[in-house]
C-alpha cells in the first residue's frame, strides 16, 4: 500500500510499503480523509523532538471499517469512522484519574507510533469513533483539532456570559472562540495578523483586536467593563502572548495554555499570586470526540471556513513542503483519496 513517509527531517515522499494488516482488539479502516497538523509540519522540520524516523505521518484520519473483531457489535464494515490518535497505557497514574490524554507512556499516531496517511490503518477499537452521515469526508478529520479546543476551553472551566480572550487566531483559536460563542462565553480574539481577525469577524466572534497596531490592555479593559477577562486561552505558544495573557486575565481568572512554546519563558510570578490566578496545562483531549462530531454536524462550529484547500493523497508530500516553507498562506489543508 501507499503511504507519506518521512525518511529523515525534511525527506518527504509517498512509498510503497507491506498493506496493514489488522492487529488483535483493533479495527482496519480503509483512510478516505487526513488533515495536516501543525505537528506533521514539526515533524517535517525536525523540531519535534517526540517524533522517531522513518515515519510515516498524520493523526487526524478519517475513513471505512474493512475489518473488525469477531465479537463487535457496534461498527460493521462499511460504517464511517474517525482515529482518535492519541493511544494511552490505561495504567499510569494520569490513566488512572482520566487524564488519558497526558498518560505517561502515550503514543500519538504520526509522532510516536506510524500515522494515517496511508491506504490503511489500524487502530484500537476503543479509540475509533462513528461520523455522522450528515459530515463530508473532506471535514470529517477537523473534529480532532476541534477537540484539542474544546479541553483547552474545557481546562479553563469558562461558563456562559465570561469574557475569554483567546490569543492566537490560527485553527486552535478559532475552534476554541467558536466552541467559546456555543457555550455562551464572549470571545476576544488577540492576534497580529489582519486577515485571521477578518476571518474571526466572518464566524461572528464579537470582538477582534490586533495587539501591534492597537492598544490590546485598554481594549480589553473597555470591553470587560474594567474586569479584564475571566478567562484567557493562551493558543499561539509565542512568548509575547503568553506573559500578555498574565495582563489580560482579571483577578481570580482562569488561563488554559494549549500552545507550545519553543523555549523557557520568564514570567512575573508575583502576579499568579497577586490576581490568585489559575493556570493550567492543556494537551489532547480525553472523551470529546462524540460531541466535537455532533458539534460539527449540526453546524455549532464552522470548520469550513477554516479550509485552506484540498489536495489529494499523491500531492501530500509537496503540500507539507510547501506549508513548512510558507506556513502563513495556510491554515489548515485536509488530503482526501479522490471522493
Ligand atoms: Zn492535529
Ligand atoms: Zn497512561
Not at 463530508?136 to 465570561?162: D, F, Y
Amino acid at each position: 500500500m501507499k503511504a507519506v513517509q518521512l525518511k529523515n527531517p525534511g525527506n518527504i515522499s509517498i512509498e510503497d510499503i507491506p498493506q496493514t494488516l489488522r492487529a488483535k482488539d483493533e479495527i482496519l479502516v480503509k483512510v478516505r480523509s487526513m488533515g495536516i497538523c501543525g505537528s506533521d509540519i514539526g515533524a517535517y522540520r525536525g523540531v519535534n523532538p517526540l517524533v522517531t524516523y522513518p515515519r510515516i505521518i498524520g493523526h487526524e484520519i478519517a475513513g471505512e471499517v474493512v475489518e473488525l473483531p469477531e465479537n463487535e457489535t457496534g461498527l460493521k464494515a462499511g460504517d464511517r469512522v474517525l482515529l482518535e490518535p492519541y493511544v494511552y497505557c490505561g495504567t499510569c497514574y494520569p490513566c488512572s484519574i482520566g487524564h488519558t490524554n497526558c498518560c505517561e507512556n502515550l503514543t500519538v499516531r504520526g509522532v510516536h507510533i506510524e500515522g494515517g496517511m496511508a491506504e490503511y490503518v489500524s487502530h484500537p477499537r476503543h479509540l475509533i469513533h462513528k461520523v455522522p452521515d450528515s459530515i463530508p469526508w473532506h471535514l470529517v478529520p477537523m473534529a480532532e483539532p476541534l477537540v484539542i479546543a474544546m479541553h483547552a476551553i474545557r481546562q479553563s472551566e469558562t461558563r456562559a456570559g465570561e469574557h475569554v480572550v483567546i490569543t492566537g487566531a490560527g485553527q486552535i483559536g478559532l475552534l476554541a472562540a467558536q466552541y467559546a460563542l456555543s457555550l455562551g462565553a464572549v470571545p476576544i480574539i488577540v492576534d497580529p495578523v489582519d486577515e485571521r481577525l477578518a476571518l474571526s469577524r466572518k464566524l461572528d466572534i464579537p470582538h477582534t483586536i490586533n495587539p501591534v497596531s492597537s492598544d490590546s490592555l485598554s481594549e480589553i479593559w473597555a470591553i470587560t467593563g474594567g474586569r479584564m477577562a475571566e478567562v484567557v486561552i493562551e493558543a499561539s505558544g509565542d512568548a509575547r502572548a503568553i506573559r500578555s495573557a498574565i495582563d489580560y486575565v482579571s483577578y481570580a481568572g482562569r488561563i488554559s495554555l494549549v500552545g507550545w512554546p519553543k523555549s523557557d519563558i520568564p514570567l512575573p510570578t508575583a502576579l499568579f499570586t497577586k490576581k490568585e490566578l489559575t493556570i493550567r496545562g492543556s494537551r489532547n483531549s480525553a472523551g470529546q470526540f462524540p460531541e466535537s462530531l455532533r458539534l460539527i454536524a449540526e453546524g455549532k462550529v464552522n470548520v469550513a471556513a477554516l479550509l485552506t484547500q484540498t489536495v489529494s493523497f499523491l500531492d501530500l508530500p509537496n503540500t507539507v513542503k510547501a506549508i513548512s516553507e510558507h506556513p502563513e498562506k495556510f491554515l489548515k489543508v485536509v488530503g482526501t483519496f479522490d471522493i
